[in-house]
């Protein structure tokens, strides 16, 4: 099974900063690895997949790179709604694992 | 508007089953792929199974497979997780969601979940 690895668990940041999410796979997964956004007492919410492709309605402050094991999540300025967890998940392979989460809170 | 709906949920004893059903409406359900990811209380996403539009590939996580089956029945726009020899591990809301595509198990559209109790 791959394994997803994400880092930092805990992020903390301030409305306005930039900040980076990465998420590692065990094994490639080529592009196929997407970001999910999820708040408290809610359904996540996808915000993009096949590495970077915005889902429709995801402001454009978010975006994602990598490749093969590597891959990052940027939220280029935060704004008061962005804090959440976020989950990376590869939808290469079965069983089509997610990351351990990274909790974004408000320094 | 997708909307998907997940029902089925409840207490239930160890060993015990229960069948979770999630109806999907807004959409053309036969043409995409079917997720169920659960959540443990204040625990992270767990991917569990996934079916593809027509059926033919069907998915499942170690921690399920042997217990659980995945199910569709596109006549009626519903997907179905049988759960059975339930273990307290697998208390969670369980959430169902849409892929994006006929083979594509990303997570599109999701339902609110159910919430499922083993004790």
């Known amino acids: 099974d791959i394994q997803m690895t994400q880092s930092p668990s805990t992020l903390s940041a301030s409305v306005g900063d930039r900040v980076t999410i990465t998420c590692r796979a065990s094994q490639t997964i080529s592009v196929w690895l997407a970001w999910y956004q999820q708040k408290p007492g809610k359904a996540p919410k996808l915000l993009m997949y096949?590495?970077?492709t915005l889902e429709d309605g995801v402001p454009s402050r978010f975006s994602g790179s990598g490749s093969e094991t590597e891959f990052t999540l940027t939220i280029s300025s935060l704004q008061p709604d962005d804090f959440a967890t976020y989950y990376c998940q590869q939808h290469n392979s079965s069983p089509f694992t997610f990351g351990q989460g990274t909790k974004l809170e408000i320094k | 508007e997708v909307r998907l709906v997940e029902s089925g949920g409840g207490l239930v004893q160890p060993g015990g089953s229960l069948r979770l059903s999630c109806g999907g409406s807004g959409f053309i359900f036969s043409n995409y792929a079917m997720t169920w990811v659960r959540q443990a209380p204040g625990q992270g996403l767990e991917w569990i199974s996934g079916i593809s539009a027509s059926d033919n590939s069907i998915f499942y996580a170690d921690s399920v497979k042997g217990r659980f089956t995945i199910s569709r029945d596109n006549s009626k726009n519903t997907l179905y997780l049988q759960m059975n020899s339930l273990r307290a591990e697998d208390t969670a809301v369980y959430y169902c969601?849409?892929?994006?595509?006929?083979?594509?198990?990303?997570?599109?559209?999701w339902g609110q979940g159910t919430l499922v109790i083993v004790s």
């Open positions: 969601a849409k892929g994006s595509y006929t083979n594509s198990f990303e997570c599109q559209h």
């Open positions: 096949k590495t970077s």
